[in-house]
């Protein structure tokens, strides 16, 4: 381990921007701001697991990501405080402070103002996470790490600073002064030292006990179950929208399994990966019969799965 | 038989305004997955291709490497036309 001197800047003004899976926009800030700091970002994909809850208020499911102990923990054991801010009314002066602290920031926007997301600019509130990264403050310009509907990749955008401000204050107004949404509005993220036994990258594996998580594992085909049994001749506009979540989360589970080298789990993710997109064929042809056999069918792999995570991952005490 | 351009046309329609260059620039070996082919969007691909061809696709068929470049759905179609 070494300590950071004052002064000294550590974080890449340009680094290698982590592409490889997308899980949502909040993960993805997340495990870029750990390549700025050049963190392996194993330290996050090997501490969580994937559940299924239920939105019963828009009558779908979404994959949630629960780290297996608290993010900020995980964070700080790698060398990096976070520092969450419920809401600034002053995002400059912030922003001012964590370039002057070589920091990094994870801020929440509204996509209504956001010119380059088409589908929601000036049509539809949405919120969304942005990785600030550097700040030019003479030319007012600040450095985000965002990714267009349409593009495969994040990139790296240049944004007037008034422009970000204007995202970032409907946010305040539309979400988070609303209630719809009081959880921080600004993450603040300094290194305090490097770790550089790389002790995590070697180990490819994850990085808690599987088996106590056989609860949350064995709720999912639950979850799963209750989403069969609500399947309804209507229900093809929800269910998509279910199925679209969980094949992101699908892929984030390919790409982990993959890298740990667990064939026989990345073999099942793979085969269920292939069941939604025909699912999904099926919810377009309006054929809801097709689409229950192919979920009983996921469901059942869904169960095979965690016998084989919890026979491969878990540690033997 | 060809059916390039039929997937092509195929893919400008239907996809168009989600792949990353003009359908015109694609080889028949590009994979498409990355010009911005995706798992959810390949549903619009097959049914658009279902419609033209008036042919139907069986659920092995929906594997992504049956879609990965404009060849091997041209594969894929010439066992479903026999």
Redesign the interface.
């Given at each position: 381990m070494r300590m950071i001197k004052k002064g000294e800047k550590l974080m890449k003004a340009h680094f290698q921007i982590f592409n490889d899976i997308y899980i949502n926009c909040k993960y993805h800030a997340i495990l870029n701001m750990l390549n700025a700091f050049n963190v392996d970002v194993n330290v996050i994909l090997y501490n969580y697991i994937t559940i299924y809850k239920s939105s019963p208020q828009y009558n779908t499911y979404k994959p949630e990501y629960i780290t297996t102990r608290n993010l900020q923990d995980i964070l700080f054991e790698n060398g990096i405080l976070e520092e969450k801010i419920d809401y600034t009314l002053n995002l400059f002066e912030k922003i001012k402070e964590c370039n002057r602290n070589d920091c990094c920031a994870i801020i929440r926007v509204d996509m209504y103002e956001i010119p380059y997301h088409k589908e929601y600019f000036k049509k539809k509130h949405y919120r969304r996470y942005v990785l600030l990264y550097d700040i030019d403050i003479e030319k007012g310009i600040v450095k985000i790490l965002d990714r267009e509907k349409?593009?495969?990749d994040s990139e790296f955008i240049s944004v007037d600073f008034k422009q970000l401000s204007k995202w970032y204050n409907s946010y305040l107004k539309n979400f988070y002064f609303s209630k719809i949404d009081t959880d921080c509005t600004l993450y603040i993220f300094k290194q305090i030292y490097k770790n550089n036994s790389q002790v995590i990258s070697n180990n490819n594996e994850f990085l808690f006990d599987i088996t106590c998580y056989k609860t949350e594992l064995y709720n999912n085909i639950k979850t799963l179950q209750e989403m069969y049994t609500k399947i309804k001749p209507d229900s093809y506009k929800t269910l998509k929208i279910s199925l679209?979540k969980i094949?992101l989360a699908k892929?984030a589970d390919k790409y982990r399994f993959n890298k740990i080298g667990k064939s026989q789990c990345e073999e099942i993710i793979k085969q269920q990966?292939?069941m939604?997109?025909?699912m999904?064929?099926y919810i377009?042809?309006n054929d809801m019969d097709k689409v229950k056999e192919?979920l009983k069918n996921f469901i059942e792999l869904e169960e095979k799965f965690n016998f084989y995570f919890i026979k491969t991952c878990g540690r033997v005490k | 038989m060809n059916y390039l351009e039929t997937i092509k046309n195929v893919l400008e329609n239907k996809l168009g305004?989600?792949l990353?260059v003009s359908v015109d620039k694609i080889e028949k070996n590009d994979n498409l997955f990355?010009l911005?082919l995706?798992?959810?969007n390949?549903?619009k691909l097959?049914?658009g291709i279902e419609e033209e061809l008036n042919i139907k696709f069986q659920?092995k068929d929906?594997?992504?490497k049956n879609w990965k470049s404009i060849e091997n759905i041209n594969k894929l179609i010439e066992e479903r036309k026999v």
């Open positions: 349409n593009n495969i679209s094949l892929q990966m292939n939604i997109t025909v999904l064929y377009e042809k192919q | 305004d989600e990353l990355n911005g995706d798992s959810l390949v549903i097959i049914i659920d929906i594997d992504s």
